[in-house]
């Protein structure tokens, strides 16, 4: 087992600041792995788990319930459509590696696992964890664990079962997603963009369908979401290009299926809220992919 120190001696200057590791037979799974860098991130969702592990440096976690610092040894978890970000105090560096579990292929695994008896045989809605950061050391050593790509085949059941344990000491299953508070009209916004964030909606129709004026509309986005809609689109376009780069769509195929004006327009937005650019997430995320065993 490494810790994070002797996972950072790994390390080389001719590295990628980013890398990203993918198992093609635990498509549930990719893993970032970033070194030292004083890389700064935008307020920002993700469509998947986040669990991650500081390995470097420190760095302030910005989130509903935040702010709040992480230093080497620190767990963050974060669950899908939860605005955060992770900056490091500057002008110092932070290293970090995250690994990202798609949302429905979790709740599946977590269903196997229930007490029928107990709980009833309703499907697992939404996980939600105990904390949004962990400082203790025993917390940090199977995140850790968790954390390292996956090297053949037969690391991946090991890995599906040190993922449930995790979930069981640190997280709880809802039958039923979490009750939003939204505005109807907030509502409203949220199905219309999630089910075409290419579109071409503006702001004042999505607020004149729902008898409001635009800035009445955008406050109550704003007071429900965080974001502005216009960000929180953005997000959605990012997040869904991520997606497509990593079943191999080209650049141009990403910007252009996802509604950006350009390719130009993504790659700003996308370097600008990931750290990196949409190609080198592309060759990265493609370098480091290991061949199944």
Known sequence: MMTPTSHMSRSTMTQPIHQFHRHPEAPWLELRVSQPSAHCFRLHTHEEYSIGIVDHGGAMFHHAQGPEPVRAGSVVLIEPHRWHACNPELPRSWAYRMLFVKADWLHAQMDTQVDADVHGDRPTRAITFDHRALHSRDAAVLVDRLCQPLQNACDIE???????DFLRQHARRHTTAPNAAEPDAVRHALRTLHARPDSDITIESLAESQGLSPSRFIRQFKAATGVTPGAYRLNLRLNGARRLLADGATLAQAAHEMGF?????????????HALTPGNYAQTATLHLPSAR
Request: charged share 30%; proline share 0%; no cysteine.
């Open 261 to 273: 004006a350009d390719q130009s327009h993504m790659q700003r937005s996308f370097k600008t809220h």
């Open 158 to 164: 090991a890995h599906r079962r040190e993922l449930q």
